[in-house]
């Protein structure tokens, strides 16, 4: 199964932290990532780490693409990142919003992600392919399913090159979200995301946050499993394994998986794709 991959890390904040990356990063590149992306966060030090990661990655001779979110941002902070991004080199950018901190108004001098996509295409012309982000399950903040998909469809109106979607486990929410757009006029690529099931607190945790729907059926064989980390593993991989099947067969343009700096899980899913 021979479709384009790309993997996410994020920043790591300890010098062990960077070496376990720099190791993951490694055994992940024996599948030929189209590209590898970085998270960005809020505040300096995360930023630096972000960008840190992001020249590494291009050192070690790998596409990098460096997330750039938006919020509480102004037009000549984003500016300058821009000129650091191309003066190293980076030829691909995921723009987003980001997440607004709670109690926090819209500051900044950007409200949404088409705003940050626009003002990019206007500072720098065709410099960068431009991801955004994708919504199968519609955006938990989002007014309406219709406003969602409006939402992209104005990324897309933008510049946006291509997406990558929030992780799901139902492919059918995934179809459906491409066909819709496509009946908007949408045609750019949409990636879905793909997230390895390793800890069954740790997804709970993160899809509660993020409002990716945790199957029912796969929310209780994880409850039933318990501490037996081993089986949950075993049934994640399964899980993730088909799921990733289902899409490649109906012709999904790439895999993007959400690593958690992890390689294992990766691995071993696409050796089961039986990747070259």
Request: proline share 5%.
């Amino acid at each position: 199964m021979n479709v384009p991959v790309s993997f996410e890390f994020f920043p790591p904040k300890t010098p062990e932290g960077a070496d376990k990356l720099r190791l993951t990063r490694q055994a992940l590149y024996a599948h030929q990532p189209e590209f590898c992306s970085v998270t960005f966060g809020a505040g300096g030090s995360t930023q630096e780490g972000t960008f840190g990661t992001v020249k590494e990655i291009l050192g070690e001779g790998v596409a990098a693409a460096c997330h750039l979110s938006c919020v509480g941002a102004t037009k000549a902070a984003m500016r300058q990142h821009l000129a650091t991004l191309q003066s190293m080199g980076v030829k691909r950018l995921v723009a987003l919003r980001g997440d607004l901190p709670s109690g926090y108004g819209m500051g900044g001098e950007f409200h949404h992600a088409s705003d940050l996509v626009a003002f990019i295409r206007a500072e720098t012309g065709d410099a960068f392919h431009l991801e955004v982000a994708a919504y199968p399950e519609i955006h938990p903040q989002a007014k309406s399913a219709e406003a969602d998909l409006q939402a992209f469809a104005a990324k897309v109106k933008a510049g946006a090159s291509s997406a990558i979607t929030q992780y799901f486990f139902n492919a059918d929410a995934y179809f459906r979200f491409v066909d819709d757009v496509r009946r908007l006029g949408v045609d750019v690529p949409v990636v879905p995301g793909i997230m390895p099931i390793t800890s069954s607190t740790q997804l709970m945790r993160f899809s509660d946050a993020s409002g990716a729907e945790i199957p029912r059926w796969i929310r209780l064989r994880l409850q039933g499993y318990g501490d037996d980390t081993a089986s949950i593993k075993n049934f994640g991989l399964d899980v993730i394994t088909g799921l990733c099947q289902q899409l490649c067969q109906a012709g999904a343009p790439g895999l993007h998986f959400y690593t958690m700096n992890q390689a294992a899980a990766t691995l071993e899913i696409l050796r089961r794709l039986r990747r070259p």
